[in-house]
Each structure stands twice: as structure tokens, then as C-alpha cells.
């Protein structure tokens, strides 16, 4: 009885110890892509620095970024609000404060509406229909001011541009940015499209008195609505929807598509060159000269 007293009193054996993995088993995070590797990336002289699954995950998202940034400012959006007065002012209408008001009343309200429906209706989708509403707007501004138009037409053709602008191509280029580029790229692609977003809006900014002074301002708004009518049919023809997909998925699909493009890119190269391998070979020589006697 003793002895299995003693027994019983017995602390448990304690657990083993947790396996210890080697350090060659663990695998270190992949390296971040650089400035120099992004270029590399967007001018295809990748061969021996940037692998193809790298390419594949991050040429398409990175073009897609840049694009809609530059759309985003060479829509006219930043020249629209900052002359926003005198843009009314030359319309006709007096008050100008008063036109400004509503205009910013107006972004204000679309605005918080977009933020309500852009998981619901989608990014793609949503922007499709705001760079409609922007072409209508800025065409609308274009023949106010090239046919006279009553003053309350360019106020009208502002408030639509502007609601277009806020539905979807002010904010969701910026999330798309967060979504679309891959972990590895995402750090130094977003400071490289912020970049460029800010001095595409210097661009259009301070090159919007010349624009004005070279092709009148129905010009320039006609100017404005042809990018926009290029920003909606790229958007339609290249961009895919991403709403209700994680960011793994994402990542995912673009590495898939960019592998096909990059077989299919093989595929053709080779094939032109077994064709020429065969004109070569089945080319007859030129005749010698001792043949000819």
C-alpha cells in the first residue's frame, strides 16, 4: 500500500520537448522588389534578375495601377476644381461662391454614397459608370461654352462631372493599389503610383491656362472627355473585378494569366523560329560560279 501511495504522489512525466527545425528547413520571406526592379519589370529586361513567377505576379497589376493614376489626373479633375470659379464665371454664372458651394456639396454627398455601394455594385462596375457620367459632364461643359449655352447647363454639366468623379474614379484607383499589387511589390509600386499621381495632377494643373489659351476652353474640355472615353474603354477591356476576392486570390489570378501570356508569348517565338529554321533549310543555295559554266 505504501508503494502505490508513493506512486500516486508522483508528479506527471513532463511533456516532451517541441521538435526544434533546422534552420536550413526554415524558408526565409522572399525579398522585396526594388525601383530598379519595377522598371525592369515594366520594360521586360528581366532575363537572369527577376524570376518569370515574379513577372507574372507583377507586370499586369503594376500597369493596371499606373494606368488608372494617370487617367485618374488626365481627366481634368484637379484643373476642374481649382478654376471651379472662374469656370462658372465665364459660363455666365454670377455667383460663383455660390456654384462652387453646391459643387462640393454635391462630391460631398456622392462621395459617402460610393463608399456604401463599392462592395455591392463592384470596383470595375462602378467605375465603368462613373467615367460615363464624366464623359456626359465634361462634354456637356465642352458645348456649353462652345455654343452659349444658359449658364445653368455648365453648372449642371460641373455637379454631373464631379458626381461621376466621386462615385468611382477618385477613390477607387486608390483602393484598387492596395489590392491589385502583389506583397512584394506593394510597398515601392504604391510610392512609385503615388508619384505618379501627383505629378500628373501638377501636370494638368499648371498646363491648364495654356491648354485654354491654345484651344479655347470647349477644347479643353473636349480634351478632358476623350481621355475619360479612353479611361472607360480601357477599364472595360482590361481591368478585372475584384470584389469579394482576397488578396491571396488576387495575386493568384494575375500569376495564373501572366504565366498563360508568358507560354503563349514562348509558344509564338518558337514557332517563328522553326519557321525560319525551315525557309533556311529549304532555301536552295545561289548557283556557284563553276556550276553556271
Keep these: 500500500s505504501s508503494s502505490s501511495q508513493t506512486t500516486q504522489r508522483q508528479a506527471p512525466a513532463p511533456p516532451p520537448p517541441p521538435p526544434q527545425n533546422d534552420n536550413n528547413d526554415q524558408q526565409e520571406p522572399a525579398p522585396l522588389l526594388g525601383a530598379a526592379d519595377l522598371v525592369r519589370i515594366l520594360v ?19 500597369r493596371l495601377t499606373l ?55 463592384g470596383r470595375r462596375t462602378m467605375l465603368i459608370l462613373a467615367l460615363s457620367m464624366m464623359i456626359a459632364g465634361v462634354t456637356l461643359m465642352a458645348l456649353a461654352f462652345a455654343f452659349a449655352l444658359p449658364s445653368a447647363a455648365a453648372l449642371v454639366a460641373l455637379v454631373i462631372y464631379i458626381s461621376g468623379f466621386s462615385v468611382g474614379l477618385g477613390p477607387i484607383p486608390w483602393l484598387l493599389m492596395s489590392e491589385l499589387l502583389p506583397k512584394r511589390a506593394r510597398s515601392v509600386a504604391s510610392a512609385a503610383a503615388t508619384m505618379l499621381n501627383w505629378l500628373a495632377s501638377f501636370a494638368v494643373t499648371e498646363s491648364y491656362d495654356y491648354l485654354v489659351a491654345a484651344v479655347t476652353p470647349a477644347g479643353a474640355f473636349f480634351f478632358f472627355a476623350a481621355v475619360c472615353t479612353l479611361g472607360l474603354f480601357y477599364v472595360s477591356t482590361s481591368l478585372p473585378e475584384t470584389k469579394g476576392l482576397s488578396l491571396d486570390q488576387i495575386e493568384a489570378f494575375f500569376a495564373d494569366r501572366g504565366r498563360q501570356k508568358q507560354n503563349k508569348t514562348k509558344h509564338c517565338r518558337r514557332a517563328d523560329d522553326v519557321l525560319q529554321l525551315e525557309t533556311t533549310t529549304t532555301t536552295p543555295p545561289p548557283p556557284s560560279a563553276a556550276s553556271a559554266w
Design 44 to 62: 521586360g529586361a528581366t532575363k537572369g534578375v527577376v524570376s518569370e513567377d515574379v513577372v507574372a505576379r507583377t507586370r499586369e497589376p503594376l
Design 67 to 121: 494606368a488608372l493614376m494617370v487617367i485618374q489626373q488626365f481627366s481634368g479633375i484637379n484643373a476642374v476644381i481649382f478654376y471651379a470659379g472662374e469656370i462658372l464665371r465665364s459660363a455666365g454664372i454670377r455667383d460663383r461662391d455660390f456654384g462652387g458651394l453646391v459643387v462640393m456639396a454635391v462630391q460631398f454627398v456622392v462621395t459617402l454614397a460610393a463608399c456604401a455601394f463599392v462592395d455591392r455594385a
